[in-house]
């Protein structure tokens, strides 16, 4: 029986107050550090977490909501205990004989969308060049072709962009990483749509291969640059949400057997990826023929780069 010390009670003003807590000046507050990326914001400790006001969305499990499952989420609060924390002292104050609001008043930034457009390029691909194919390993001949794709080019800023194509090659997304290997950078290019994944895509493939990152899928077929890799499809998740994956069946009925190759975390207290694949494997068996291919080292890149240290690769 629940004692009445664990009872909170909460007005729905408390609530409404909460839930629209700028979650940027939260996070501050906490010592936490945040980027700004556009107009929205990055936290620098869950780099997949896109922050704008009020709101949040983290790409790497496709979790979102406001401010109280922001807390709830990341920091393992209780709902009545996260709006507690949300509020904490400031006061709420409502006149008592004004009619209850139907409707929140909406700043302009919660009513106009972002405008997704894809970073300037840069005149040149020098510094891509550098770091897929030096830093990560990468064939010349998979960054070649994914130059000659449209998939990736090099920004302004030096980043290298990955560019997402919907079935009928339209732009949806793109992912942005840093090529300097001293500071890490990641970032969702703002206003793109979450559920459009990285690909390489065969309209007549039966079979695909799915991919936490793009640094991954591209590993992966430098590892098998060899053999008949384009008969295949591609796909990389941007993470472990699984909302990519079924958009990507969705648009490519083709798809008869697919291929999970996440991240083998062996050093981590829980293996993600692993546990991502199983579970993939279940929610996908039905309908289509499912394995998992599980790298020896942390990922594909780690496999990649231990093969061609040891001299097992050419």
């Avoid at 457009?117 to 770091?131: F, K, S, T």
């Avoid at 991954?216 to 990519?244: K, Q, V």
Wanted: aromatic content about 12%.
């Amino acid at each position: 029986m629940r004692s009445h010390s664990e009872y909170i009670p909460l007005t729905q003003d408390q609530i409404a107050l909460a839930q629209h807590t700028d979650i940027v000046e939260y996070l501050r507050e906490r010592g936490e550090k945040v980027q700004k990326e556009g107009n929205h914001y990055i936290w620098e400790k869950h780099d997949s977490c896109v922050i704008h006001g009020y709101k949040w969305y983290q790409n790497s499990t496709g979790k979102h909501g406001a401010a109280v499952a922001f807390v709830q989420n990341f920091f393992h609060k209780s709902f009545p205990h996260a709006v507690l924390e949300l509020i904490g002292n400031r006061q709420i104050t409502f006149d008592l004989a004004a009619p209850p609001p139907t409707k929140r008043e909406s700043k302009p930034t919660d009513m106009i969308p972002v405008a997704f457009c894809l970073p300037p390029a840069a005149p040149d691909n020098r510094r891509l060049y550098a770091y897929l194919t030096h830093t990560r390993s990468i064939a010349h001949e998979i960054v070649n072709t994914f130059i000659d794709e449209h998939l990736i080019y090099q920004d302004k800023q030096g980043n290298i962009v990955f560019v997402c194509y919907d079935c009928f090659g339209r732009v949806k997304s793109a992912h942005k990483r840093g090529t300097n290997s001293a500071q890490r950078y990641r970032s969702f290019v703002t206003g793109g749509e979450f559920n459009c994944g990285f690909s390489y895509a065969n309209d007549n493939a039966t079979v695909l291969y799915v991919f936490e990152a793009p640094i991954d899928l591209m590993s992966f077929l430098t590892l098998h640059r060899h053999e008949p890799w384009h008969r295949a499809s591609y796909l990389s998740l941007g993470g472990l949400s699984e909302n990519p994956l079924r958009r990507f069946l969705k648009e490519h009925k083709s798809i008869q057997r697919i291929a999970f190759c996440f991240d083998n975390d062996i050093n981590k207290p829980e293996n993600r990826g692993q546990e991502a694949a199983k579970r993939f494997m279940r929610q996908f068996s039905g309908k289509y023929i499912t394995s998992i291919l599980c790298p020896c080292k942390k990922d594909w890149n780690d496999v990649l780069r231990d093969k061609i240290q040891k001299g097992e690769f050419l």
